[in-house]
């Protein structure tokens, strides 16, 4: 019972946390003048280069089942969102900084 709760915590908490963070970091840009169209296309080009590191994260699970890795569901697909999310992140972070 005691990891269902933690489980429910950690899902509904990360849930509400990202959607914070978003919408509080897109009300202090919004402030400054930030939300141009610059903006937009360096977050737009970081999520299309972020699909294809999810595409090889992809291709790497497939290796790992392929060479006898247990996999389930939920950690493959955990790793998945990482990968893509990270990804969008920091491709989106070294956008910014480059341009």
Do not use: C, N
């Amino acid at each position: 019972m005691v990891t269902d709760f933690w489980a429910w915590f950690g899902l509904l908490g990360g849930a509400l946390m990202g959607f914070l963070g978003w919408w509080g970091g897109r009300r202090a840009i919004q402030g400054k003048r930030g939300l141009d169209e610059r903006y937009v296309r360096v977050w737009e080009r970081a999520r299309a280069k972020s699909w294809i590191l999810t595409l090889f994260g992809i291709y790497a699970l497939f290796l790992a089942l392929f060479l006898g890795v247990p996999l389930t569901a939920a950690p493959v697909l955990g790793i998945m969102l990482v990968v893509h999310m990270a990804g969008w992140a920091l491709l989106g972070t070294y956008y910014l900084l480059r341009s």
